[in-house]
Nanobody, 127 residues
Framework: QLHLVESGGGLVQPGGSLRLSCAASEFTFDYYAIGWFRQAPGKEREGVSCISSGGFSTNYADSVKGRFTIDRDNTKNTVYLQMNSLKPEDTAVYYC????????????????????WGQGTQVTVSS
């Protein structure tokens, strides 16, 4: 089945930037929508952004609109999350996950319907 691996996390000061990558070791990668999620200690896993299989449709949580950008390069089997103007409240483990394209057009970016998950990468925003 689809195997996803996140990378690019780390420690950054408020206002800084990071680019996360989600790489897939599967040639059927371009049939999947990809979502980014995050989970902070003691909190539920929440949706951050998602992108359709072809990269033409995207969705963002209100908390990251204007700061984060999702895109993908299917020739490299990789989805990216560019995170700018980072805030301490962005601190979390970030996960990518795969689902069918229909999830991109839903109002909420929900963990439901995503059946393939990576192991996560830690993002810490602190001064």
């Amino acid at each position: 089945q689809l195997h996803l691996v996140e990378s690019g996390g780390g420690l950054v000061q408020p206002g800084g930037s990071l680019r996360l990558s989600c790489a897939a070791s599967e040639f059927t990668f371009d049939y999947y929508a990809i979502g980014w999620f995050r989970q902070a200690p003691g909190k539920e896993r929440e949706g951050v952004s998602c992108i359709s299989s072809g990269g033409f449709s995207t969705n963002y949580a209100d908390s990251v609109k204007g700061r984060f950008t999702i895109d993908r390069d299917n020739t490299k089997n990789t989805v990216y999350l560019q995170m700018n103007s980072l805030k301490p409240e962005d601190t979390a483990v970030y996960y990518c996950a795969a689902a069918t394209d229909r999830v991109v057009y839903m109002k909420n970016i929900s963990t439901s319907f995503y059946e393939h998950w990576g192991q996560g990468t830690q993002v810490t925003v602190s001064s």
